[in-house]
């Protein structure tokens, strides 16, 4: 069964890192763009960072920006989320997603349901 499985959240001080991982199972990821989403309670999902496998292209929401860095090895058939300075907003459930065909990483990131493979989730809690 072709699965995606997020690992790394946990609870973590506000200024604090996590770096979440993304591996696949039974499908190789060099040929998918990948996306982590988040949706924290009460709210949408939303788009958090993309990456294509084409170029190297990534998109990061502007919350996110210069404190989150999304990185492939495709050796180890992984996704990986580097999560710094985090804030109290940054506590969410966060899912991994692959996309076959993509337009643009920041069109991946603003399809916050309708991409090929998503993962279950990893809980990530930024709280003092």
């Known amino acids: 069964q072709v699965q995606l499985v997020e690992s790394g959240g946990g609870l973590v001080q506000p200024g604090g890192s996590l770096r979440l991982s993304c591996a696949a199972s039974?499908?190789?990821?060099?040929?998918?763009?990948i996306g982590w989403f988040r949706q924290a309670p009460g709210k949408e999902r939303e788009g958090v960072s993309c990456?294509?496998?084409?170029?190297?292209?990534?998109y990061y929401a502007d919350s996110v920006k210069g404190r989150f860095t999304i990185s492939r090895d495709n050796a180890k058939n992984t996704v990986y989320l580097q999560m710094n300075s985090l804030k109290p907003e940054d506590t969410a459930i966060y899912y991994c997603?692959?996309?076959?065909?993509?337009?643009?990483?920041?069109?991946?990131?603003?399809?916050?349901?309708?991409?090929?493979?998503w993962g279950q989730g990893t809980q990530v809690t930024v709280a003092s």
């Open positions: 990456i294509s496998n084409s170029d190297g292209s990534t």
């Open positions: 997603a692959a996309a076959l065909f993509i337009t643009t990483v920041q069109a991946m990131c603003a399809r916050t349901r309708l991409n090929d493979y």
């Open positions: 039974r499908f190789t990821l060099d040929y998918y763009a």
